[in-house]
């Protein structure tokens, strides 16, 4: 499998868990997701920068992650029933709202690992990357939406589809298949996708483990570990053989990537 150009030059990865926000920052009041958090991953020298979208009330594709303001701005209302103009109000002090097309534009060399956290969102997601689809991988927990995505890419015009990784029901898939020994089933399962994204483990289930690394290697599929935010857990990941990790501290992250 030819390796998709979002996944040069070789691992291991370092993706900013929703931009970098350090505690100087955040006293600040700068939040995820925001326009200064994904300002400081590109000036921490992070290459990587794993965000989600949501569709606005008046179809604007933003940076945001959860569905409704209230843990970021103490506003209850969903994202969907907001117009931009008064996002961009609300996060004024928080760091700046910042659309997916604010975000291609304005840091050309970060590459975004894009979550499509809505519907709704998935097919402007797809359209708005097709021009970069070299530096966006898309994923989602729902396989469907990442689908529409790619398809709305394609369909944009993109050189080539975007980077992708699976939803969780094809990861649940895969974990079973391995587990059972099922390698004609997990080749299946592997196959079309860039990177495994996954937690190490859901609940009482580990999700990663070597046999995964493995299948997924030999697939020519990476392995990226999230949400990893010690150093010493970063350290034993990456002696496993896992590809990148997706952290709320990627400077102290790329410390240990370069300290290796």
């Known amino acids: 499998m030819t390796r998709h150009p979002y996944l040069s030059p070789e691992p291991p990865r370092v993706l900013a868990h929703r931009g970098l926000v350090t505690p100087a920052d955040a006293a600040q009041g700068v939040v995820e ?9 590109h000036a921490a020298g992070i290459d990587y920068v794993e965000s989600d979208c949501h569709l606005t009330a008046d179809g604007a594709v933003i940076l945001f992650h959860d569905d409704d303001l209230s843990r ?25 709202l910042v659309t ?8 050309p060399d970060v590459r975004f690992n894009l979550d499509v956290k809505a519907e709704a969102a998935a097919e402007p997601v797809g359209r708005l990357v097709a021009p970069h689809a070299e530096r966006v991988l ?3 927990f729902s396989d469907d939406r990442r689908r529409v995505a790619l398809a709305a890419a394609r369909s944009a015009g993109a050189a080539l589809r975007p980077a992708t990784s699976p939803g969780s029901s094809t990861v649940a898939r895969l974990v079973a298949a391995l587990a059972v020994g099922l390698r004609g089933t997990a080749r299946r399962l592997l ?4 990177a495994l994204q996954i937690p190490e ?5 580990r999700v990663l483990t070597p046999r995964l690394v493995r299948a997924a290697h ?11 935010n010690e150093p010493a857990d970063m350290e034993r990941l990456l002696d496993l053989g896992v590809d990148g990790v ?12 370069n300290g290796r």
């Not at 997916?100 to 840091?107: E, I, R, S, T, V």
């Open 138 to 140: 898309v994923t989602s």
């Open 218 to 228: 030999a697939a020519g599929v990476e392995v990226h570990v999230w949400t990893v």
């Open 72 to 96: 970021v701005t103490g506003d209850p209302r969903k994202i969907a029933d907001v117009r931009l103009p008064e996002l961009e109000e609300l996060m004024a002090d928080r760091g700046g």
């Open 100 to 107: 997916l097309p604010q975000a291609l534009g304005a840091f």
């Open 33 to 41: 997701n925001s326009f200064a958090a994904v300002a400081a991953a």
């Open 191 to 194: 196959a079309d996708v860039d």
């Open 246 to 257: 997706v952290t709320d501290r990627a400077d102290a992250a790329l410390a240990v990537v």
């Open 201 to 205: 483990r859901q609940g009482p289930v």
